[in-house]
């Protein structure tokens, strides 16, 4: 994953420090390979330097690792949405930027939102609030 996204992001990340390496290798993955691919693109996106470190791997895999808890932090779909809400705040709630740093289309996203019930701000990041709304 890490010489595709290299290759897809125009990036020379090296490798994973030995602190990350331990933590996805106690995680139980309860999703699939997937579930890691997704992990290493929230990677991506944060790691500025050349070697992914812990911090810049998803909240819940740091809660977890300083826990003690890897590997029961719920379902697939629990965790999915949990990256995706994240992602929502950190674009305030813009879903096209979202779309974006996901490395996903804005339609894939909404899908998403939408099956794992994702609860939208009444004003995002697209939009404000008009008279109409208010009414």
Not at 36 to 47: Q, T
Not at 73 to 82: F, P, Q, S, W
């Amino acid at each position: 994953f890490i010489d595709r996204f290299n290759r897809l992001k125009n990036r020379f990340i090296r490798d994973l420090s030995p602190p990350v390496l331990s933590i996805l290798m106690s995680h139980q993955f309860p999703g699939n390979v997937r579930e890691l691919e997704n992990i290493i693109e929230h990677a991506f996106v944060l790691c500025r330097g050349d070697i992914i470190e812990p911090a810049h791997l998803p909240g819940y895999l740091r809660e977890a690792e300083r826990d003690g808890n890897l590997g029961n932090e719920g379902g697939l779909e629990e965790i999915e949405a949990r990256f995706i809400r994240n992602a929502l705040r950190r674009n305030g709630w813009n879903r096209s930027r979202t779309a974006d740093e996901l490395g996903i289309h804005k339609t894939t996203l909404w899908r998403k939102i939408k099956g794992l019930n994702i609860d939208l701000p009444p004003v995002d990041g697209r939009n404000t609030p008009t008279e109409s709304d208010s009414g």
